[in-house]
């Protein structure tokens, strides 16, 4: 899946994002909202790509996105589905570098994912989790037309940390 917006570039990660990766992964607000991915070097950065977005693709056609500014190609962050054991829907995740942050490009790359698997029909539903402290996620998850469900476990997070829980029902 390659898609474009206005001002981005949504493509599948490569081995050459592991810079990149590295960065975003390790800013403490990921650490702390999405979890510690044991990302400490370059080799464990292609080893999470590897295990996780690339190994998506290849398990499931679809993962988490590079998202990079159309203008110069920078890589702003990542945005995609990730379907885990745990969940009964693919769910959408989003993270991005600080300084990329309000700006928009979440809600606008999380658009153009949502627009895509709704007119793909690839998937009648997708749910998303947040934080429960993470409330620029949740508002962006309203804003998106996800309906709150309720507070939910994480049993990726190996600790079983409570969150909330969102649906978006994308059939006509």
Known sequence: MDLTTD???IER???EDAHFIECLVNQPSFVEFIGDKGVTDKLSALRYLNQGPLASY?????????VSSHDDNQ?????????RDSMPYPDIGFAFLNQHCGKGYAFEAASAVIDY????SHHATICAIADLNNNASKALLVK???ELIGEDRRPD????????????????
Do not use: M, T, W
């Open 58 to 66: 290849r398990q499931h056609g679809f993962g988490l996105y590079k």
């Open 157 to 172: 997070c190996g600790e079983f940390e409570p969150a909330h829980y969102f649906e978006l029902n994308l059939a006509d």
């Open 13 to 15: 990660l490569s081995d």
């Open 117 to 120: 698997e709704h007119h793909q």
């Open 144 to 146: 998106l037309g996800f």
């Open 7 to 9: 001002r981005l570039v």
């Open 75 to 83: 890589p702003l962050g990542i945005c995609g589905l990730v379907k």
